[in-house]
């Protein structure tokens, strides 16, 4: 592996850099105080932007070192921008692209790429996080047509999704490997509902809200890829990619953390000098330098592996998201603690990275379920001994 940037990669760095400083950040304070409306309306016009600078097409190409590396800039910009390309493009559009039979990636993909429409993954229920087993939402083959039923929890992008992919049992006594499809449904379709919009404690532009589905039918080609069962085996190759875009978020929030307090510790005084230049401050940024260096250096290796299609690669990108995730909430709070009292006045910005920060160790796997898995493979591994 060469821990150097191609020269593709250098440019793309530098052009989504400025592109996001000049038309991405300065929305980002607003959507964290918005109404729904007009996260909705910011959202959107941030996503047509993102299609013009090529972002959105980059999400769905192969190219998942450049994805970080873009990624890094935007979700440094807003992260909020970050999560909900996210959950449209990475969650719902890699699917499509991967799985998806040739009608649905001719429906879907380019309308995502072109930033017309916005998508979401549905996957989780109040008694089905860590548990999928204990998902209710079914699926029933009648007559040519599947009645869904059900509903799903805390979808972000829900307020204002245009496409949903959703997961539910086709095969209730078989197990999760066997009985499981993810159907692909457009907003407008009967039966499917969404529901007020939830407040979340951050990254609050991208607006959650759960989904009702009460005899939602859906023809036959509304499966993903038109096999149904396969459902579990397709999030689980889905959830690599996921895994990484997390730990992407981690590195731009962790970024603008330490840049925020690089500048405040060059411009405060104390005692007649500015206070970077005292110990413990100093200390602080050298450890959120530190914290940033080493996840990129993981988020690289974990993506270089994907796209080496490298066995190792699901443990990789959890040991990336284990260990982001959980930097990223320390350097928020050593960032809080370089500002003072005036970095936990609302508004400020390091208030709100503090609080974004928060979200990345609980979603798409919480660290105490990466640290499962990571010691699940570590004792495979070793059983002989």
């Not at 980002?28 to 097409?57: I, P, V």
């Not at 873009?70 to 969650?91: D, V, W």
């Not at 590195?251 to 500015?274: Q, Y």
Request: glycine share 10%.
């Amino acid at each position: 592996m060469d821990y150097q940037l191609s020269k593709l990669h250098k440019l793309l760095k530098e052009s989504m850099e400025r592109f996001c400083r000049e038309e991405i950040a300065p929305a980002a304070a607003f959507l964290d105080t918005c109404s729904a409306q007009e996260a909705a309306d910011t959202m959107k016009a941030n996503f047509k932007r993102l299609s013009r600078e090529g972002y959105t097409g980059l999400l769905l190409d192969d190219d998942l070192i450049g994805q970080a590396v873009a990624g890094e800039e935007l979700a440094k910009a807003c992260p909020a921008t970050f999560l909900s390309a996210l959950s449209s493009l990475t969650a719902l559009g890699r699917m499509v692209k991967r799985y998806g039979s040739p009608k649905q990636q001719e429906e879907v993909l380019s309308e995502l790429a072109g930033g017309e429409k916005i998508g979401a993954m549905a996957c989780n229920e109040g008694d089905a996080g860590a548990d999928m087993g204990g998902m209710t939402t079914t699926a029933d083959y009648k007559g040519g047509r599947w009645i869904l039923n059900g509903n799903k929890d805390i979808v972000t992008n829900a307020p204002f999704a245009d496409f949903f992919l959703v997961l539910a049992w086709t095969k209730r006594d078989a197990a999760l490997e066997a009985g499981t499809t993810f159907f692909l449904i457009d907003r407008h379709m009967e039966g499917l509902s969404v529901g007020d919009t939830l407040e979340t404690m951050g990254l609050c532009g991208a607006r959650a809200a759960g989904i009702s589905l009460e005899n939602c039918s859906l023809p036959e080609d509304a499966v993903l890829g038109g096999a149904p069962g396969v459902g579990w085996a397709q999030m689980q190759s889905a959830m690599d990619d996921i895994r990484i875009a997390v730990s992407v978020l981690c590195l731009g929030i962790g970024m603008a953390c330490m840049e925020d307090s690089t500048r405040h510790a060059k411009a405060k005084k104390a005692f007649g000098k500015p206070i970077g230049l005292f110990e413990g401050v100093g200390a602080k940024l050298a450890t959120m330098f530190t914290f940033n260096d080493i996840g990129r250096m993981m988020v690289y290796r974990a993506a270089w592996g994907r796209e080496q299609f490298d066995p190792e690669s699901p443990i990789l990108s959890s040991c990336a998201k284990l260990y982001t995730t959980e930097a990223v909430e320390q350097i928020a709070s050593m960032a809080m603690q370089v500002h003072g009292g005036h970095g936990y006045l609302k508004g400020e910005t390091v208030e709100r990275l503090y609080r974004d920060a928060r979200f990345a160790a609980l979603a798409y796997g919480t660290s105490e379920m990466q640290r499962a898995f990571i010691a699940k493979d570590t004792l495979d591994n070793f059983k002989a001994a």
